[in-house]
């Protein structure tokens, strides 16, 4: 693999790499699987939002949530879970704002993901 100078601005890369006990293929594997899974995820949450279920909303942000937590993305981890508690708190005024802010996050961080795999 080559240099993570793309992914460091997103991730907390020593957090990662210790989470994957330094092995880089599977670091490589997570990262794929998160590339995979990271459409349909999106997807889920602009239909939750287009729906204007909240239940659906905080489901779809908690997914996300996850999937980059797994991938000590904190920044962003951190904004899906604000869109997860402020939907489970049912204040849905808030949630566009959250939204397009976690849209410009997670769309940069896709960006120099795809970027960093090219170039593995």
Do not use: C, Y
């Not at 670091?27 to 939002?49: K, N, V, W």
């Not at 849905?92 to 896709?110: C, G, H, N, R, W």
């Amino acid at each position: 693999m080559k240099s993570f100078t793309f992914l460091e601005e997103f991730v907390n890369l020593p957090e990662l790499l210790d989470r994957v006990e330094n092995d880089k293929d599977l670091l490589a594997e997570l990262l794929a699987l998160f590339q995979e899974d990271l459409p349909e995820s999106r997807a889920a949450l602009q239909t939750a939002i287009n729906g204007g279920n909240l239940r659906d909303i905080e489901r779809a942000a908690h997914r996300l949530k996850g999937m980059l937590a797994n991938l000590s993305a904190r920044d962003t981890a951190s904004l899906a879970a604000e869109i997860e508690s402020t939907a489970r708190a049912g204040n849905a005024q808030k949630i566009p704002e959250l939204v397009s802010m976690f849209d410009l996050l997670i769309t940069a961080f896709s960006i120099a993901l795809d970027s960093f795999m090219a170039s593995a």
